[in-house]
């Protein structure tokens, strides 16, 4: 678990980063960065966050890893990255940063610069690399946030340190990751880490032992308690996300190709997302059983999710529960598969609140319910899964009021509505459209005749607009970090006379009235709208079994 300071410089890379800053949030208000250190040279380190990472940080916040992987892997250029979960499983981007000079307060500066930008909001859980500065920094500024250390980086310092293991006895590695990864109790690891150390004659090696004493924060088995967003219960510690900027940046990239190979990833990773939509909405699951409970997720989560809940209740019907004891309301379960009651897992029924808990956890740790509860549940008869079950951020709509919150108002940013918001609001307005138009002729023929409307107003209000006004104000900055601010207006040419001067000025100042007006009332109806998703998909839940209720 290492650190250590580093100096680095970009030379005339430096500048091209800064213009390239200042140029995009001069194109978008909403885009944040700030700089660490020498001011804006090359010397300083520096943070950036586009629009999309800060609206997606709305939507996919709870589970967040900080990847410093040039670190590890002698980067050409120091760059790290500030990474998620979306949806449909795919990593989505937070913020990136170049640090330049890593000293104790670069990784303070860093997280605290982050959150700045994501307008304070703290993450249920973190992954990072086993750092000791890390560690201090995160618990210093994420102080009620689950620190999780990131796998990987310990297997790969793991087979540096025992490469002499590694070298002789080929199985050891392999052992080494099942017990990490496959041990489903805290007893079955302990007495799995204490037998491989044993057999491989390591119990008093000083590596394994500063592992043992940091298992809390890296060993799956006493992390499922938290949620980190994980489809799989062995993935190996959150790794998934490092996939956002693979194939675009490497140990080779220079900094003169940094921001093309970033705005590539970037792009790319919004095809997939936009795929992985279209996807969902225009295909039909394949339901396996007779229960409404799969018609139900099946209608609410995405089509990867879907496929991972599916799972879960087919792999039920090899998973009978057995009543183990009952006290009061609560009821308690045994549920394994057959042929492995070795692997039994325990269940809690609360018949009264219909509400569950199993020692696999997986539920905590990934937002899927297990196979366990869903095996008690349909022994009991519970026909749709209770609200609490349908983590929001799994489904169809998680993009839905979640973004339009109160952050949603500092991301506009000047009265202006970023261009990425508008995109994103308007696409998903059309797939809503194209949803239902779809459903019948007449359907079709009202919607394509709406559209050729909405394309001639679009046209009539871009022609009348051509020649008007815009403007943008540069502004950001954190702790620690540089205040930078400039503005660009651009004007077209007009006659110096005081009369027309003052007609710009009172138009002006009547039009910033009347965005501020605008925006009040905007905050107010996407507050009431995102309040009315919420209850829509709690509602649907308890219609569906009402309805159960009266056919029964």
Request: glycine residues 6%; aromatic residues 10%.
């Amino acid at each position: 678990m290492s650190s250590g300071a580093r100096h680095r410089t970009l030379g005339g890379g430096a500048q091209q980063i800064l213009d390239y800053l200042k140029r995009t949030q001069a194109e978008n208000p909403a885009f944040f960065y700030a700089f660490q250190g020498d001011n804006e040279h090359s010397t300083g380190n520096v943070f950036w966050a586009d629009a999309t990472s800060r609206m997606n940080y709305n939507h996919f916040g709870d589970t967040v890893k900080l990847d410093t992987f040039y670190r590890m892997n002698n980067y050409k250029v120091p760059f790290a990255a500030l990474t998620g979960l979306n949806h449909h499983g795919q990593p989505v981007l937070f913020g990136c940063a170049l640090l330049l000079n890593e000293s104790d307060t670069t990784f303070l500066w860093l997280i605290q610069t982050w959150l700045h930008a994501m307008s304070g909001h703290f993450p249920v859980s973190i992954t990072t690399d086993p750092d000791r500065l890390i560690q201090m920094a995160v618990a210093q500024v994420l102080p009620g946030t689950r620190h999780r250390f990131c796998k990987r980086s310990i297997f790969l310092e793991t087979q540096e340190k025992l490469a002499h293991i590694y070298q002789t006895h080929p199985t050891f590695e392999m052992e080494f990751k099942k017990c990490i990864n496959e041990t489903e109790t805290v007893d079955e690891f302990e007495s799995c880490w204490e037998s491989l150390l044993e057999r491989y004659y390591l119990l008093d090696n000083e590596w394994l032992q500063s592992l043992y004493n940091a298992r809390h924060q890296w060993v799956p088995v006493y992390m499922r308690d938290t949620f980190f967003g994980e489809l799989c219960m062995t993935d190996t510690g959150g790794d998934a996300v490092n996939l956002f900027f693979d194939g675009y940046v490497n140990a080779a990239t220079s900094i003169q190709l940094l921001i093309k190979q970033y705005e590539k990833a970037v792009a790319g990773w919004h095809e997939k997302e936009l795929k992985a939509d279209y996807d969902t909405t225009s295909t039909t699951p394949v339901l396996k059983t007779p229960s409404p409970m799969e018609k139900q997720a099946a209608d609410l989560y995405t089509k990867r999710i879907f496929t991972k809940f599916q799972e879960e209740l087919v792999e039920t019907l090899a998973n009978p529960a057995t009543k183990i004891e009952e006290s009061g309301t609560i009821t308690s379960y045994r549920v394994a598969k057959y042929g492995e009651e070795i692997k039994a897992h325990t269940v809690r029924f609360n018949a009264f609140e219909m509400k569950a808990n199993c020692s696999c956890q997986m539920f905590e740790f990934s937002g899927i319910i297990c196979r366990h509860i869903l095996a008690v549940f349909r022994s009991k008869n519970v026909l749709t899964l209770p609200s609490e079950y349908l983590l929001k951020r799994w489904t169809r709509n998680a993009k839905s009021g979640g973004a339009v919150d109160e952050q949603a108002s500092e991301l506009r940013g000047n009265s202006q509505e970023p261009l990425t918001v508008r995109h994103n609001n308007l696409r998903h307005e059309a797939i809503k459209f194209v949803e239902e138009g779809a459903k019948s002729i007449h359907f079709y023929n009202v919607a394509m005749d709406a559209l050729q409307e909405a394309a001639k107003k679009v046209a009539a209000a871009k022609k009348q607009s051509s020649g008007g006004t815009q403007g943008s104000t540069l502004g950001n900055g954190a702790n620690q970090g540089t205040h930078t601010g400039e503005e660009n207006q651009m004007m077209p040419p007009h006659k110096s006379t005081d009369e027309k001067e003052k007609k710009i000025r009172d138009l002006a100042a009547e039009l910033e009235s009347t965005n501020q007006r605008c925006e009040v009332y905007r905050a107010n109806l996407l507050a009431v709208l995102r309040d009315m998703e919420d209850q829509k998909l709690k509602l649907s839940v308890k219609v569906q079994n009402a309805r159960l209720s009266l056919k029964e």
